[in-house]
């Protein structure tokens, strides 16, 4: 992985400067086309295809707005786990602490040698072996009045280290963890090391009962500003050429620590990847179909967002959307591609 994205990001400054000067006019039919496509998937919200750092093309369906910030659902877990990376970078924190270092008061009361040695790294990596408070689990959890006792006092259902166990509040642990290192409110370190050096804006975020920002769920950002995410990730962690994250976490983001148990995607530090067509592709996943996808061999940036009204957990806007990056986008990519 670390000569790959090397390649991604040298082929980046060699090429972004001309590639798309001049491209011929039956490019645009093409991408019209992949554009029209996509307004015939009746859940989509927006379309945004990215290269060599250039936008290509753009388009919102039925009265969405490009300037309002909508929910990305759980791709806000990849936006947690880049907080944590750049905590981590900066000596906030490491990610081989563990929960008794961060929540001493609770194993004092509730001692447990397991659960108080789960790391940090466990819990970007959904490793942590807590039974999830995602799914049948959720409600449960958001409606409880303390988030971060009502996940630790799970039953562990896997040996930490082991097999996935998806949760989102693994993910909030998290958030909660940067708020305890850093001695600021996540958002206010978001947006002091993330979102204002990327003039970013981000709308909505959930709060749990003690004032801690929600972990993995409910941030509201604009397609743009994903896109934004998604090219500074390809250029190694820079954007505009101020350094965002250190290279060497990107690299360990894209890393594949587990599988899930539901889908045939591998998982990273919050980062999810699988093949599409010939090329690795990596992304954010929130539900009822929020996309952050990064495609490094192709030097490219696809986001895709959805409306939430109709979605439900048989996820059935997975499939159509999928088809549209592999059968249209990507081979437009790959023509372009230099």
């Not at 907080?83 to 509730?110: H, K, V, W």
């Not at 250190?246 to 360990?252: G, L, T």
Request: charge should be negative; hydrophobic fraction near 35%.
């Amino acid at each position: 992985m670390i000569s790959f994205f090397t390649r991604v990001i040298v082929s980046f400054f060699v090429a972004s400067t001309s590639i798309l000067v001049a491209q011929p006019a039956s490019n645009e039919g093409s991408l019209e086309e992949i554009l029209t496509q996509a307004e015939t998937i009746t859940s989509l919200r927006s379309v945004l295809v990215q290269q060599n750092g250039k936008l290509l093309g753009e388009d919102y369906f039925r009265n969405a707005s490009p300037d309002h910030p909508y929910n990305i659902k759980s791709a806000s877990k990849s936006i947690i786990s880049l907080l944590t990376g750049i905590a981590a970078d900066r000596g906030d924190l490491s990610i081989d602490e563990t929960l008794s270092d961060y929540f001493p008061e609770y194993f004092e009361a509730n001692p447990d040698s397991v659960k108080a040695n789960i790391t940090i790294r466990n819990l970007l990596s959904m490793q942590a072996g807590l039974e999830t408070t995602s799914f049948y689990n959720y409600g449960r959890w958001v409606i409880s009045d303390n988030w971060v006792k009502f996940q630790l006092d799970q039953p562990l259902e896997e040996e930490p280290g082991g097999k996935m166990v998806y949760s989102t509040g693994t993910s909030h642990l998290l958030s909660v963890i940067i708020t305890k290192a850093t001695g600021m409110s996540t958002r206010t370190f978001a947006n002091r090391y993330l979102f204002e050096p990327m003039d970013i804006q981000v709308g909505g975020w959930d709060r749990d009962p003690q004032g801690y920002y929600m972990g993995g769920n409910n941030i509201a950002m604009t397609p743009e500003d994903l896109l934004k995410i998604g090219q500074m990730l390809l250029n190694g962690g820079t954007y505009e050429d101020n350094r965002i994250v250190s290279q060497k976490w990107v690299r360990d983001s894209f890393q594949t620590y587990t599988r899930s148990n539901f889908n045939p995607y591998d998982y990273g530090y919050m980062w999810w990847n699988r093949p599409v067509g010939n090329y690795k592709v990596f992304f954010a996943w929130g539900f009822g179909g929020q996309y952050l996808f990064m495609i490094p061999e192709l030097n490219a940036v696809v986001v895709i967002t959805s409306f939430l009204e109709n979605a439900t957990q048989r996820r059935t806007y997975k499939e159509p959307v999928f088809e549209l990056l592999e059968d249209q986008i990507i081979p437009y990519l790959k023509e372009h591609h230099s």
